[in-house]
């Protein structure tokens, strides 16, 4: 079973940044896929971002790209969520998921583990 745990969220202002990371455990990290999805509230949840296993494959949704940067560092099991530049329709939960394939993807159904989430709040 892989556990999945996100951290680095909080309430920042409009055009600040902040660096949210995804701590996977009990698996192979290394041949993971991973994403970032978020809900904000009221809205379904979105896609985000995704890396593959190798790092070479990353996606971006087209509300995020040239303000949001994905990473991971397979040594540490983390994968982390630049976010510059936010905006208040960035205020969501923030939540990482594992994709044991390792191919990146923008479907949430192609998700096998999920953290809990940590809440982004944006303020003007």
């Known amino acids: 079973q892989v556990q999945v745990v996100e951290s680095g969220g909080g309430l920042v202002q409009a055009g600040d940044s902040l660096r949210l990371s995804c701590a996977a455990s009990g698996g192979t990290f290394s041949n993971f896929a991973v994403g970032w999805f978020r809900q904000a509230p009221g809205k379904e949840r979105e896609f985000v971002a995704s890396i593959s296993w190798s790092g070479e494959s990353i996606w971006y949704a087209d509300s995020v790209k040239r303000r949001f940067t994905i990473s991971r560092d397979n040594a540490k099991n983390t994968v982390y969520l630049q976010m510059n530049s936010l905006k208040l329709e960035d205020t969501a939960v923030y939540s990482c998921?594992?994709?044991?394939?390792?191919?990146?993807?923008?479907?949430?159904?192609?998700?096998?583990?999920w953290g809990q989430g940590t809440r982004v709040t944006v303020s003007s």
């Open positions: 998921a594992i994709d044991s394939t390792g191919i990146s993807s923008d479907y949430e159904d192609e998700y096998d583990y």
